[in-house]
């Protein structure tokens, strides 16, 4: 009898616990206060130079050609609104992406620190260290491409391509990178 009365007891003490918070809930508040606007402008600014480059590609294919001013001033317009429809479309489905892979726990856990003020600062700082990242990125850029470009052109002649790549695909990429004429190769950056 014991027993069954601390069974039920312990019973009773867990069922008045407060009730853990749902992890969509906690999900979407992590969003919330770890994305902004800022990020997604900061990834733009990042891609802003390939933007200009397919925007021109798309003009070309219709015949018709756009300036580098106007390319750059069309792709920082369109960053801008594409940067808030990313936000608001973007909300819902990290959050479920947190939920598939996160436990409830730790999803509790990184929101009651973001709640904090060291959370909240580390919150308030993501836009700006975003903007590093880019300008990072874009000094670090040249001397890595250059490198990573002789490294594919060795795999290619030693014909490690990705596993499943097509005969085809292999021969297009060596046709570009492997047949030049020395003097049609730009000059290294």
């Known amino acids: 009898m014991r027993i069954a009365f601390a069974g039920l007891a312990a019973a009773l003490a867990l069922g008045?616990?407060?009730?853990?918070?749902d992890p969509m809930e906690d999900a979407l508040y992590i969003v919330d206060h770890t994305i902004s606007r800022t990020e997604y402008e900061a990834a733009f600014a990042g891609m802003a130079d390939l933007m200009v480059g397919n925007?021109?590609?798309?003009f070309a294919k219709g015949g018709d050609s756009i300036s580098n001013a106007a390319s750059e001033t069309a792709v920082i317009m369109m960053s801008a609104q594409m940067a808030d429809a990313l936000l608001d479309g973007m909300r819902r489905p990290l959050a479920e992406a947190y939920v598939y892979n996160v436990s409830p726990e730790a999803l509790a856990g990184y929101r009651?620190?973001?709640?904090?003020?060291?959370?909240q600062e580390i919150?308030?700082?993501n836009g700006v260290i975003a903007l590093e990242s880019v300008k990072i990125g874009n000094e670090l850029a040249e001397s890595i491409a250059?490198?990573?470009v002789n490294a594919m052109i060795e795999d290619m002649r030693d014909g490690n391509y990705p596993a499943g790549t097509l005969k085809s695909t292999q021969r297009e990429l060596e046709r570009l990178f492997l047949e030049q004429d020395p003097a049609d190769t730009p000059p290294e950056l």
């Open 55 to 58: 925007l021109q590609n798309e």
């Open 112 to 119: 009651a620190f973001l709640e904090t003020p060291a959370g």
């Open 16 to 21: 008045a616990a407060p009730a853990q918070a």
């Open 146 to 148: 250059i490198p990573a």
């Open 123 to 125: 919150s308030a700082s």
